[in-house]
């Protein structure tokens, strides 16, 4: 059974410095549902470690609006084939290998709903770069690909009481109407949900977050 810990930061900072290779780059997965913190609980763990750590997001590489719409794959925005795989894989090989000052890595903007390119920077002395995404251990196709590249891989979990609203309230920031933000969140999301849940067992650390 995988160790659990609680979304405090200090001691998930701790284990971090416990674990860490001295001189080198070190590669955290958060993994989990949508709505579950990851973007936070990233966030917040960059406070802890300053200019040691980075952030790149895995929602850097969604498919652009121009390239689904129109096709099946715009009722599901956010589903497993809705992302470039194969440009992340590239990414975590090239931050893995720390060979190039700076490397630059895509964001994801809400609100507009779309991937931003080489929007953020993390320089060579990076030592901790936390990569957040609801698919890091997905097994299908190259996404099983991903896991060799993470020092460790971390599972949010949070309650569907919390995580769900707070989807909707997303959403709804995001210029969704409230019935239709309501109506993603209990529909695509959670299929969504459901699908990252079925890899839980595949992390090393379970962190509960609420």
């Given amino acids: 059974m995988q160790p659990t810990l609680s979304g405090n930061t200090a001691e998930l900072t701790e284990h971090l410095r416990h674990s860490t290779v001295s001189g080198s ?60 795989i194969g440009g992340y894989l590239s990414l975590l090989d090239r931050l893995k290998r720390n060979e190039e000052d700076p490397i630059y890595a895509p964001a994801y903007r809400r609100g507009l709903e779309e991937p931003i390119a080489a929007s953020i920077a993390i320089p060579k002395s990076v030592t901790y770069v936390f990569t957040e995404g609801n698919y890091l ?40 109407e409230p019935a239709a933000a309501e109506a993603w969140a209990h529909g695509p999301d959670e299929t969504n949900a459901r699908y990252v849940e079925s890899t839980k067992t595949f992390a090393d650390l379970i962190i509960r977050w609420t």
């Fill in 137 to 176: 251990l997905a097994k299908q196709g190259r996404w099983g690909k991903v896991r060799s590249y993470l020092d460790e891989v971390w599972f949010v979990e949070t309650p569907p009481d919390i995580r769900i609203p707070r989807l909707i309230q997303r959403h709804i920031a995001s210029g969704m």
């Fill in 25 to 84: 780059r070190q590669i955290i997965g958060l993994v989990g549902p949508p709505g579950a913190g990851k973007s936070t609980l990233a966030g917040l763990l960059t406070q802890q470690l300053g200019d040691e750590s980075a952030v790149v997001p895995m929602d850097g590489f969604h498919l652009a609006n121009a390239i689904i719409a129109g096709t099946p794959l715009s009722e599901r925005k956010g589903a497993i084939d809705t992302f470039d």
